[in-house]
């Protein structure tokens, strides 16, 4: 189980979602690759494939929803 906030920008400029909760899921496999889905408060969910770095510090992830190019870094 996720829950957390989300922020974001887009060419530097802050987007809407600035901040918002969120909650959601993952799964990881043993090779610390996994997906997750996060759905922001009030919004449709989010799809991502991931890879966890920095001694499970971090996350990097890309969106896989259609029509979409987000990456995405998360930190504990």
């Known amino acids: ?3 957390g906030h ?3 920008s ?3 400029t802050i987007l809407t979602f600035a901040e918002e ?3 959601g ?3 990881v496999d043993a ?3 996994g997906t997750l889905t996060i759905t922001p408060k009030g919004e449709s969910a989010l799809n991502f494939s991931f890879v966890i770095v920095d001694s499970g510090k971090e996350m990097l992830a890309i969106e896989t929803d259609a029509n979409t ?3 995405a ?3 504990r």
Request: charged share 10%.
């Open 6 to 8: 989300i922020a974001g």
């Open 21 to 23: 909760p969120v909650t």
């Open 25 to 27: 899921f993952y799964s």
């Open 10 to 12: 887009e060419n530097g």
């Open 73 to 75: 870094t998360l930190q």
């Open 69 to 71: 190019v987000v990456t």
């Open 1 to 3: 189980m996720i829950s």
């Open 31 to 33: 090779n610390c690759k």
